[in-house]
């Protein structure tokens, strides 16, 4: 039975480029519950915890140097089946592969800057949500 529980980050360069509302209004309006909200920003050494499942790949050090540039949006979404149908809703990692419509198709600019993170496990899920919140900031 999948859990109702993912994790998103808005990236830096989505926030830059101002997509942050449009981005927000999106994630409500595909049925997204959000449980917790939070504008920060990530070190280098977060970042590299972050993402410490991807040290062994050619993108993570540029991948770290990007997600500590500037500041993010962190939030915890609900919904069924809330892992895969998110994942669906944002698009493919690379937005030239990603759907029409779609969060990654419409406000990502590459593959690195691809606008927005959504967990790819409902174990994941609450390891990133925990990264970021504490029960009670969650609601
Ligand atoms: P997803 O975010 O779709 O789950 P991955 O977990 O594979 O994708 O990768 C994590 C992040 O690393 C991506 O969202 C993207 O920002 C970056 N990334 C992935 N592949 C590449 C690549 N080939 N070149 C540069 N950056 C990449
Ligand atoms: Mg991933």
Redesign the pocket.
């Known amino acids: 039975m999948s859990g109702n529980i993912t994790f998103t980050m808005i990236?830096p360069k989505a926030i830059a480029d101002g997509h942050m509302g449009n981005i927000i209004k999106k994630i409500i309006e595909g049925g997204f519950n959000i449980k917790a909200l939070k504008y920060t920003r990530l070190t280098k050494n977060d970042a590299r915890k972050f993402?410490e499942?991807?040290k062994e790949?050619?993108?993570?050090n540029?991948?770290v140097e990007?997600?500590s540039s500037g500041p993010i949006i962190a939030a915890v979404l609900e919904k069924d089946n809330a892992v895969e149908d998110y994942?669906t809703y944002?698009g493919?990692?690379?937005p030239a592969e990603a759907a029409e419509g779609t969060i990654?198709k419409l406000y990502a600019t590459?593959?690195?800057?691809?606008a927005?993170?959504?967990?790819?496990s409902d174990e994941n899920a609450l390891i990133e949500s925990g990264f970021f919140f504490s029960q009670r900031e969650m609601f």
């Open positions: 990236k993402y499942v991807h790949r050619p993108f993570y540029d991948l990007f997600m994942r944002i493919s990692t690379n990654r590459s593959i690195e800057a691809n927005v993170h959504g967990s790819d």
